[in-house]
């Protein structure tokens, strides 16, 4: 089995929110951050990738991260060993979904990311850990770190991205999908949707979480991720 591990971040985030899986598996795997922040569409980022990629690597995508491991799926899924899927979801977008995104990125033409970003912080993590000031300035740091023009390209990407669930049964790789049981953005019954769909998936569910597991919940995401990798 490869040891290359690769990790793809959310809408607006960047390496941090993978903080606490970098710190538990770089000594035992060899581990790539997704860059997302470069193309307004999901072919054109996972091409890119592709040609520097692995001949075979786990991958882990989170919400975005979630819509691109699709995308690298259909563009090469011979080519994975396993995939983790967390707080993501295989519909597109409805019209609603669509506005919202179009209204963000008029207005990331014009306000500052970090409002925007502070804005968006109570759907992407527990209403407990509102309170919690070093988590919140770690979101708000992520968009800054990404920043306005490729949040703009991002939300582009995402308007166009297509269904997933037809492709889904085609998935043919070991897969375990995790979400925040408080997930605002994508509950647990697309989660459970998509775990009917993927032949043999594995679905866990982690209390007291949010959208953003991977950093309010790392230790359960960790020991839910290393369970899996070691099967």
């Known amino acids: 089995m490869s040891k ?19 710190d538990a598996f770089e000594a035992d795997y060899d581990l790539t951050l997704f860059d997302h922040t470069r193309h307004d569409n ?3 980022m996972v091409r890119g990738f592709l040609a520097d990629a692995p001949d075979s690597f786990t991958l882990a995508g989170l919400s975005m991260g979630g819509y691109i491991a699709f995308e690298v799926m259909r563009q090469a899924g011979e080519r994975l060993e396993k995939l983790i899927l967390l707080d993501t979801n295989a519909r597109a977008d409805r019209p609603p979904q669509i506005d919202m995104r179009e209204d963000l990125i008029r207005r990331a033409g014009t306000e500052d990311i970090r409002d925007i970003a ?17 988590l919140c300035d770690r979101i708000v740091d992520m968009a800054t770190e990404v920043g306005a023009k490729a949040f703009q390209r991002q939300q582009q990407a995402l308007i166009a991205r297509p269904d997933s669930r037809e492709f889904l049964p085609q998935i043919s790789c070991p897969t375990l999908i995790i979400c925040g049981m408080q997930d605002a953005l994508t509950p647990p019954k697309v989660h459970q949707e998509m775990a009917d769909l993927i032949p043999g ?4 569910q982690i209390e007291n979480c949010g959208h953003l597991s991977t950093m309010e919940c790392g230790d359960a995401v960790n020991k839910l991720m290393a369970d899996f990798l070691a099967t």
Do not use: K, M
Not at 118 to 134: F, K, Q, S
Not at 201 to 204: G, K, N, S, T, Y
């Open 201 to 204: 998936a594995i679905f866990q």
């Open 4 to 22: 290359d591990f690769v990790l793809i971040p959310g809408l607006l985030c960047s390496h941090d929110l993978w903080l606490d899986q970098i």
């Open 42 to 44: 999901l072919p054109d």
């Open 118 to 134: 502070r804005e968006l912080i109570p759907y992407l993590i527990h209403p407990d850990r509102l309170n919690n000031t070093e």
